[in-house]
């Protein structure tokens, strides 16, 4: 199938390892210009120098997402970069852990304030699209209780329910605005690789609770968000879509 992505030019933060990075390969491999951004300047200019050689242009800029006036100024600079914006997507993120007042603050400046700062930047440009897309990244802590209270879970939980609103305030000027909530993702240096090392018992019975019987991948990840952002499926906004392999055991209706 088509996804009608070529030619489309999609602005990704926080996109030069992970999820992140396997999106923007998917994206480029359909013929998608990029801008990404990233903290480290190595593995934003190697991540540039990869994605190149899939024949599309890619600009990439070494960018703090916490500080928001540099962020915004990005996400507009990039979208001018590019000559406009299709597809946008943030996807950094502080991570969770034990809660704590600075941790609160962490994860609500990168997760939820930076996915709304990024969306109100990108959205001059995407009201000019013809196919303007937002995919908003959450997870499958903010559905079902998971490793106790934490500010990443509830954080999260915030990004579903501000895409939603946005998905009705957005749908009338043509905008699509969709949530992808993976489960647990293994990544090389990622998270889940951390938890494998030092953490043995949470991983061994996090798998145990999957259906499919063993942790997802990036691409598996990107290839959905790639769907969501793509003109294939232009009447779906509002969706949240869930990628667990049957992690989470709430029914979906």
């Not at 013929?31 to 242009?57: F, T, Y």
């Not at 440009?125 to 499958?140: C, D, R």
């Not at 003109?231 to 509002?238: E, K, L, Y």
Request: with cysteine; net charge neutral.
């Amino acid at each position: 199938m088509d996804l009608g992505l070529k030619g489309l030019k999609a602005v990704l933060a926080g996109a030069s390892k992970g999820i992140g990075r396997a999106t923007a390969e998917v994206l480029a491999a359909e013929g998608c210009d990029l801008a990404i951004c990233a903290r480290g300047k190595e593995g934003v200019d190697a991540a540039v120098s990869a994605l190149k050689s899939k024949g599309v242009k890619v600009i990439g800029e070494s960018v703090d997402m916490a500080d928001g006036p540099s962020y915004s100024a990005w996400v507009k600079r990039a979208a001018e970069g590019l000559g406009g914006c299709d597809i946008f997507i943030s996807f950094a993120s502080a991570g969770g852990g034990p809660a704590s007042e600075d941790t609160w603050k962490a994860v609500f400046n990168l997760d939820l304030l930076a996915t709304w700062r990024g969306i109100q930047a990108a959205l001059p440009f995407l009201e000019k699209s013809k196919n303007g897309a937002i995919v908003a990244i959450s997870t499958t802590a903010a559905l079902e209780e998971f490793l106790g209270p934490q500010a990443y879970n509830a954080m999260k939980a915030a990004v579903i329910n501000h895409a939603h609103a946005m998905s009705q305030a957005l749908a009338p000027k043509g905008i699509r605005v969709n949530t992808v909530s993976p489960g647990p993702i293994y990544v090389d240096g990622g998270a889940w690789d951390m938890v494998k090392t030092h953490m043995r018992p949470i991983y061994d019975s996090t798998v145990a609770a999957i259906p499919m019987g063993r942790l997802g991948n990036a691409e598996e990840v990107a290839r959905a968000i790639a769907f969501a952002a793509s003109p294939a499926c232009r009447f779906m906004t509002g969706t949240n879509i869930v990628i667990d392999g049957g992690f989470t055991k709430r029914v979906q209706y």
